[in-house]
T-cell receptor
């Protein structure tokens, strides 16, 4: 069974460019979550999506950041006009349903490391 | 909102010793806690969880203790091995949700051979 697949694993962007991070959830999982991890910090919740729906985007910056999970294809986290402060590891997680309070049904991907130069 | 802190940012132990990693939380309403292990360059990996109606839970070589009175939990790793070297995060569900995790900053565990 393939786990949560994220790509690219590493991405370098110049200031002002766009970054697109992709996440394919585990087979059978219909719920996707994005987290951001700054250097030497814990993960911070960004957004929770189901197919074609944004359920909770309370952790998303108000500008430049957007996320989608289309009916077909991976979930996409898009960062427009990147700045140096966007440099971080971005982790996607998936679960078969709302995790229902069971942490062992949430699986994290290996992350996408964004560096803005 | 909730905050999760760790008592020590780093912990160094000898192979074979027991390790104890501590964590404090601020919201007394938190009712579910999870420990994750993150190896360098990888995503968090579930280790063990505990609900607030319990004060202890054991897994394979790991034990989590929860003290709701002082809002403290700990992760104990028995007979620590080099493969246990990683950053360990405590986390809890936040905002009254059952999906939004709040993570602590992490403790770096180094196991010396």
């Amino acid at each position: 069974n393939a786990g949560v697949m994220q790509n690219p694993r590493h991405l370098v962007r110049r200031r002002g460019q766009e970054a697109r991070l992709r996440c394919s959830p585990m087979k059978g999982h219909s719920h996707v979550y994005w987290y951001r991890q700054l250097p030497e910090e814990g993960l911070k919740f960004m957004v929770y999506l189901q197919k074609e729906n944004i359920i909770d985007e309370s952790g998303m910056p108000k500008e430049r950041f957007s996320a989608e999970f289309p009916k077909e294809g991976p979930s996409i986290l898009r960062i427009q006009q990147v700045v140096r402060g966007d440099s971080a590891a971005y982790f996607c997680a998936s679960s078969p349903a709302s995790s229902g309070g069971s942490g062992n049904t949430i699986y994290f991907g290996e992350g996408s490391w964004l560096t803005v130069v | 909102g909730e905050s999760v802190g760790l008592h020590l940012p780093t912990l160094s132990v000898q192979e074979g010793d027991n390790s104890i990693i501590n964590c404090a939380y601020s919201n007394s309403a938190s009712d579910y806690f999870i420990w994750y292990k993150q190896e360098s360059g990888k995503g968090p990996q579930f280790i063990i969880d505990i609900r607030s109606n319990m004060d202890k839970r054991q897994g394979q070589r790991v034990t989590v203790l929860l003290n709701k009175t002082v809002k403290h939990l700990s992760l104990q790793i028995a007979a620590t091995q080099p493969g246990d070297s990683a950053v360990y995060f405590c986390s809890l569900y936040s905002g009254g949700s059952n999906y939004k995790l709040t993570f602590g900053k992490g403790t770096l565990l180094t196991v010396n051979p």
